[in-house]
Structure formats: C-alpha cells, structure tokens
Nanobody, 125 residues
Framework: QVQLVETGGGSVQAGGSLNLSCAAS?????MGWFRQAPGKEREGVAA???????NYADSVKGRFTISKDSAKNTLYLRMNSLKPEDTAMYYC??????????????????????WGQGTQVTVSS
C-alpha cells in the first residue's frame, strides 16, 4: 500500500511561482501530477517514469518542472510563470504494479492506482 501526501499549494498572483511536494510512503514505479479545475475533467500535468524520463502537458511545457528525489521518496512540481488558468486542485499519483513493463501513457488516469488527497493552487490575475 502506498500513501501520498501533497504539500505546497496556495494562492499566488499571475507570473508567480509555487513548489508542490508529494511524499510517498511506499515503493512506486511511475509518478505524476494531475489537476482538476471546477467543472472540468482531471487532466495530466506532468509525469516521470522509473528512468527519470519526463512528460508534460503542452499547456505547461517550459513553465513547470517535475522531479523526484528517490532518496527521500518525494515527487516535486516546480511551477513558474503561473497563469490564472493553472488554478485547480493538484493531485499526486503513483503506480506500483508487480511485473510492470512500462509506465502508463501520459495522462492515463485509470492506470494510476494510488492518489493523494490534493492541494489547491489558485492564481489570481
């Protein structure tokens, strides 16, 4: 069983920065950040696989950076140049499956079997 705890959300003005962290309690193979704005579907933001290869949504490329500290078992999301449209609940998610061959395709929510409780990010104009 894996538990994920996100921290670091908050309110910021457009153009500002925030850092999100996700502390994992167990072994994970693939991890990612997702977000859900009111009235919208949950969407993938960034993902990192067990080789450290990263993927990003087009809307955040060049502004957000995902990273993982394996020693601390912690996932991070550095968010720069924030825009009002980045306002959402941000969720950390992880995959652990025995015999996993490859990490899920980017944004494939159903393949992530562990989720955090979410942290709110609000960007004002």
């Amino acid at each position: 069983q894996v538990q994920l705890v996100e921290t670091g959300g908050g309110s910021v003005q457009a153009g500002g920065s925030l850092n999100l962290s996700c502390a994992a309690s167990g072994v994970t193979q693939c991890m990612g950040w997702f977000r859900q704005a009111p009235g919208k579907e949950r969407e993938g933001v960034a993902a990192i696989d067990y080789n450290g290869i990263t993927n990003y949504a087009d809307s955040v490329k060049g502004r957000f950076t995902i990273s993982k500290d394996s020693a601390k078992n912690t996932l991070y999301l550095r968010m720069n140049s924030l825009k009002p449209e980045d306002t959402a609940m941000y969720y950390c998610a992880a995959v652990y499956v025995y015999g996993l061959i490859a990490c899920p395709s980017f944004g494939r929510l159903s393949s992530y079997n562990y989720w955090g409780q979410g942290t709110q990010v609000t960007v004002s104009s």
